[in-house]
């Protein structure tokens, strides 16, 4: 078990935590970074009270539980209704917003249906909402989908960012090869193109599965390296904070690591959360 903070969230404790997040990993303007100051934790607890103790994050992702039934180790993925699932969902989106500049919601294709009619009715749709925030979805569509003989088997996952206005990204952080590139086209640009909004290109972002070298067998759902990256390369640079919600295999703390972000899982399983800090390195705080 790795070093626990029980105090942090206590009363006055909050406040002084949450300068320290935003301060710990900077150091003097223009210093090269120390690895060693970077934040990289996990809390175990429930993201809707662990978030709002936290300061502001400059990106969040959510990949919630789908309410599918899923068996997750001390927790059960099953809702008394869809419309209580709804609801649920609805208060992750609204924290995640309320808690982010830019915040990533990645979530099962039914819920589509409801997720952006409510949204439309609060008025947020690809416009904009009052002119705070630009919201655009995304499809991430996988190899290793399901296979259905019968009918056309379900290969994508929708996606939604949800962005304030004014939120710098760096979409040159990701540039891919381009078709012209694989073509040999001579009027190809060296330096590849901006992927677009459906994510699937040269990167191949299959879905993880149980064979990969990439999995963690004592999780059931995971998501691949390769999406979180594209996500954190485009809304971050060194020295801001990723959080991500509902952390699982600790996917977005292993790829902040490798890319000198700090981040911050929340994981409601006591025992993923012990996975991850023995994985990572994290530091584990239990509330
Ligand atoms: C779909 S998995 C996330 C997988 C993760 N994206 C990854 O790549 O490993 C959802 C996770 O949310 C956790 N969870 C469920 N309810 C939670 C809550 N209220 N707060 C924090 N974590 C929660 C579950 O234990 C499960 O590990």
């Given at each position: 078990m790795k070093k626990t903070d029980r105090s942090v969230f206590a009363g006055r404790a909050a406040s002084s935590q949450k300068i320290r997040l935003?301060?710990?990993?900077?150091?003097?303007?223009?210093?090269?970074k120390d690895v060693t100051l970077m934040v990289n934790k996990i809390i175990c607890g429930d993201c809707l009270k662990v978030l709002p103790e936290l300061g502001k994050a400059k990106m969040i992702f959510a990949d919630p539980p789908d309410n599918l039934g899923v068996k997750y180790e001390g927790f059960e993925d099953q809702w008394e209704s869809d419309g209580e699932y709804l609801?649920?969902?609805?208060?992750?989106?609204?924290?995640?917003?309320?808690?982010?500049r830019i915040f990533w919601l990645s979530y099962y294709w039914r819920w589509d249906f409801p997720l952006k009619a409510e949204l439309w009715r609060m008025?947020?749709?690809?416009?904009?909402?009052?002119?705070?925030?630009?919201?655009?979805?995304?499809?991430?569509?996988?190899t290793?989908?399901?296979?259905?003989?019968?009918?056309?088997?379900?290969c994508f996952r929708p996606m939604l960012r949800f962005k304030k206005i004014g939120a710098q990204i760096y979409p040159d952080a990701i540039r891919e090869q381009s078709a012209r590139q694989r073509n040999n086209d001579k009027r190809a640009n060296p330096g590849g193109r901006v992927p677009g909004d459906?994510?699937?290109?040269?990167?191949q972002e299959s879905r993880v599965c149980g064979s990969f070298k990439e999995k963690r067998k004592w999780h059931l759902n995971q998501h691949p390296e390769a999406i979180i990256e594209r996500m954190v390369k485009l809304s971050c640079?060194?020295?801001d904070l990723v959080i991500d919600m509902f952390a699982g295999t600790g996917t977005a703390n292993r790829v902040c690591r490798r890319l000198g972000i700090d981040c911050i899982g929340i994981e409601i399983s006591k025992f993923y959360c012990e996975k991850i800090a023995e994985e990572t390195g994290a530091q584990l705080v239990i509330i």
């Open positions: 935003y301060t710990s990993s900077r150091g003097p303007p223009g210093a090269a609801d649920w969902l609805s208060a992750v989106t609204h924290l995640g917003m309320r808690q982010s008025g947020i749709d690809g416009r904009g909402w009052q002119d705070r925030w630009a919201v655009k979805p995304y499809v991430w569509w996988y290793f989908g399901q296979h259905n003989k019968n009918d056309n088997g379900s459906v994510w699937d290109g040269v990167w640079k060194p020295g």
